[in-house]
């Protein structure tokens, strides 16, 4: 009697040692879907401030070239030379390359190239750190995921994976935040620098077309008549109105772009607070963080396709 109730007993305790890590493999399953949401739309936003950074670049070289059309210009000043923004550009790369890394290593296929994933992975966290001022950051969580990351590679389950993933991702939050409030403190130079470089092209513009007949009056040889036909006068004026109409937007992409940057920063605290606690409430809150974020990038990237 004794025999057969330990053997009931046994067969119980075995019934819920495997319903324990079937929920378990559940729990780390949903939780590396949430990693890989967070992954994508961090990217998104990302690629989003490189566009940033190149429209600026490119409003700064039509502004010249719009002014070489009125003045002339010699070879050697036909040049723009790009804001030197290696520091923003390396931090921001960086994020592209976290992203990526840890999009590409919560996904099913993880296995592919995980030495080099898990390597570009590392990298960019030292990177990141290495940006950022030394007193800010605390070097005991910066070791404790680039050890989670070395010990990633060496993972053979399901839930040891999603184990060194939850280190790896709670251990750099304090990278990624800080390095998303660098690159968000510094878009009111981007949009000034833009917004300035468009209001001189706009000037421009609107000097050569209001004034045709100007060479009569100015001796120099640089001055170049420039004739229209009627129809070619009012598409030269509907450029006009169409830059005016993208300088006019400026204020609300980049007040967009600031909005993303703002959604993936909680969305990424959202994310932590559910790997810490790894319950159903904060799980429904990174749901809900993700869904805000995805309101705020579809507005940008409506914005960056009308600019």
């Keep these: 009697m004794v025999q057969l109730y330990m053997r009931g007993f046994c067969q119980k305790l075995v019934m819920l040692f495997i319903f324990s890590l079937a929920l378990t493999g559940c729990a780390s399953n949903k939780s590396l879907e949430l990693v890989n949401n967070y992954a994508q739309k961090s990217k998104e936003v990302e690629e989003a401030l490189l566009q940033v950074y190149e429209q600026t670049h490119e409003a700064r070289v039509d502004a010249l070239m719009v002014q070489a059309s009125r003045d002339g210009i010699a070879s050697n000043d036909l040049n723009v030379q790009r804001i030197n923004n290696s520091g923003q550009m390396e931090l921001l790369q960086n994020l592209l390359s976290f992203s990526q890394s840890i999009y590409l290593l919560s996904s099913e296929s993880f296995d592919k190239e995980l030495n080099e994933n898990s390597r570009q992975l590392n990298s960019s966290i030292i990177s990141m750190s290495e940006r950022l001022p030394s007193e800010a950051l605390d070097n005991s969580q910066i070791e404790i995921t680039v050890t989670a990351i070395n010990a990633l590679v060496r993972a053979r389950s399901e839930r040891a994976r999603y184990q060194h993933l939850k280190a790896i991702f709670i251990g750099s939050n304090e990278i990624i935040q800080r390095s998303f409030q660098t690159l968000s403190s510094e878009l009111v130079s981007w949009q000034r620098i833009t917004t300035i470089s468009m209001e001189k092209e706009l000037r421009t513009r609107l000097y050569l077309l209001n004034n045709p007949n100007r060479c009569e009056t100015i001796e120099t040889a640089q001055c170049a008549t ?82």
């Design 226 to 307: 420039i004739t229209h036909t009627l129809e070619e006068r009012v598409d030269a004026y509907r450029q006009a109105y169409i830059l005016k109409s993208k300088i006019t937007s400026l204020g609300d992409e980049f007040e967009s772009l600031r909005g993303a940057l703002a959604a993936v920063q909680n969305l990424n605290s959202k994310l932590v607070e559910s790997l810490k606690r790894d319950d159903d409430l904060t799980k429904s809150n990174f749901v809900n963080a993700l869904e805000s974020a995805q309101d705020q990038i579809k507005k940008l990237q409506d914005f960056q396709s009308n600019l």
